[in-house]
């Protein structure tokens, strides 16, 4: 079992900047690939980035890519989202997932959960 538990969401203005943390425990972290999804109120869980086991290879969804960052530091057995640039259409729960091979964006492959931490963009 891997248990995730994420941290620093907030309210913040159009324009400004947070950084999610998501806290990993149980399973050695370095062997899962990590994900960052959101969910927004009335619709589905979409995906927003990926890492590798290294953190050698990222990858984005096009509606995030220049604005957020995906990294971890497998010494603290932490995963990172660097949130610049935020816009109200970013305002949801965000959710850290861990799965044991590279599966990217596909949510029903990831195999562990955390409970999610909301950020709120306002206008």
């Known amino acids: 079992q891997v248990q995730l538990v994420e941290s620093g969401g907030g309210l913040v203005q159009a324009g400004g900047s947070l950084r999610l943390s998501c806290a990993a425990s149980?399973?050695?972290?370095?062997?899962?690939?990590m994900g960052w999804f959101r969910q927004a109120p009335g619709k589905e869980r979409e995906f927003v980035a990926a890492?590798?086991?290294?953190?050698?290879?990222?990858y984005y969804a096009d509606s995030v890519k220049g604005r957020l960052t995906i990294s971890r530091d497998n010494a603290k057995n932490t995963l990172y989202l660097q949130m610049n640039s935020l816009k109200p259409e970013d305002t949801a729960v965000y959710y850290c997932?861990?799965?044991?091979?590279?599966?990217?964006?596909?949510?029903?492959?990831?195999?562990?959960w955390g409970q999610g931490t909301q950020v709120t963009v306002s206008s």
């Open positions: 997932a861990a799965a044991s091979l590279w599966v990217g964006a596909s949510a029903r492959e990831y195999n562990y």
């Open positions: 149980g399973r050695t972290f370095s062997n899962y690939c």
């Open positions: 890492i590798s086991w290294s953190g050698g290879s990222t």
